[in-house]
């Protein structure tokens, strides 16, 4: 079965360290998005890709990044973890073609920034 | 700025009671989905409705878009213990990228036996 996979599940790190959240998806989407959830904030858009070579910036990208060299993953990189950062990531992807775009999450990353 | 406002945030019935939640907007959206979340797990896609009064119904719970296409809500009828998650609304922009999804806050459901 096709599916959406997340790593690590659960990453605790320090200040200033550099940190990648794996995301590998085997439904053949074209699109693919990071969001992170936040209590009283549900999911906002960090980053997201339409197809290989193209990334853009959601409306919380900044200390974020993203890179697709392929159409399977989206790794997320946190260049300099700060404390605002923790939270738990999840990544999504779809294929839209018509009508609505309808997204399969995946499982999810907490991640604490101390 | 959160452009869907979901009310109630936090809710705890009894089993076998009814409730609805709502999701609200001053914008208009192309389509209007909702999820249901458990805890540790992603968001699973319950239901999309694309035109403006849409009804659908799955089982015990009835979606409904507003005519206007800025609202929705979530009625849910006997609720059980198993209809305990979080609800997230999301709204599909009609310009710009439709790929693009914005998410509610999200409704806290507690079905208590």
């Known amino acids: 079965d096709a599916e959406i996979t997340q790593s690590p599940r659960h990453k605790i790190t320090e200040t200033g360290r550099q940190v990648t959240l794996a995301c590998h998806q085997t439904?053949?989407?074209?699109?693919m998005f990071w969001y992170r959830q936040d209590l009283g904030h549900g999911l906002r858009l960090i980053h997201y890709?339409?197809?290989?070579?193209d990334t853009n910036k959601g409306e919380v990208s900044d200390g974020y990044s993203v890179s697709r060299s392929n159409t399977e993953d989206l790794p997320l990189t946190l260049e300099s973890a700060a404390s605002s950062q923790t939270s738990v990531y999840f990544c999504?992807?779809?294929?839209w073609g018509t009508g609505a775009n309808v997204l399969t999450f995946g499982a999810g990353s907490r991640l604490t920034v101390l | 700025t959160q452009l869907l406002e979901q009310s109630p945030q936090f809710l705890s019935i009894q089993e076998g009671e009814n409730l609805t939640v709502y999701c609200n907007s001053s914008s208009v959206f192309s389509s209007l989905q909702w999820y249901r979340q458990e805890p540790g797990e992603g968001p699973v896609l319950l239901v999309t409705?694309?035109?403006?009064?849409e009804v659908k119904k799955l089982k015990r719970l009835t979606f409904q878009f507003g005519d206007a296409r800025k609202d929705s809500s979530l009625h849910i009828t006997a609720a059980q213990p198993g209809d305990t998650g979080l609800y997230l609304c999301?709204?599909?922009?009609?310009?710009?990228?439709?790929?693009?999804?914005?998410f509610g806050s999200g409704t806290q459901l507690t079905v208590l036996p």
């Open positions: 999301a709204g599909g922009r009609p310009s710009g990228s439709a790929r693009q999804l914005t």
């Open positions: 999504a992807s779809s294929d």
């Open positions: 409705v694309v035109t403006g009064g």
């Open positions: 439904w053949n989407h074209n699109n």
């Open positions: 890709s339409y197809g290989v070579h």
